[in-house]
Nanobody, 115 residues
């Protein structure tokens, strides 16, 4: 059974940094995409950053030059380094993996940025 476990969220002041981690357990074959989404109160879930098969990385325009996605394949872990955080980055952040046969989500980790 596949599980995604996020960690690293918390409360930070504007301008600060956080690093999120997502550890995947279980067997996942033929991964097409791996990345991070977020959902703020009253808003739809949106893409933050994602690795796409073939090596491409996509970022939301709102986080470009501030957030960096990375991964450690040996540890089945994907990271999101978030710098220069803004209050509008406040949301629950979800790890996501899309394989050829299924889509997996983590339970989410809260990120709150105070002004």
């Amino acid at each position: 059974q596949v599980q995604l476990v996020e960690s690293g969220g918390g409360l930070v002041q504007a301008g600060g940094s956080l690093r999120l981690s997502c550890a995947a357990s279980g067997s996942i074959f033929a991964i097409n995409a791996m990345g991070w989404y977020r959902q703020a109160p009253g808003k739809q879930r949106e893409l933050v950053a994602v690795f796409i098969s073939g090596g491409r990385i996509n970022y939301a325009d709102s986080v470009k030059d501030r957030f960096t996605i990375s991964r450690d394949n040996a540890k089945n872990t994907v990271y999101l380094q978030m710098n220069s955080l803004k209050p509008e980055d406040t949301a629950v952040y979800y790890c996501n993996i899309v394989s050829r046969i299924a889509t997996y989500w983590g339970q989410g980790t809260q990120v709150t940025v105070s002004s």
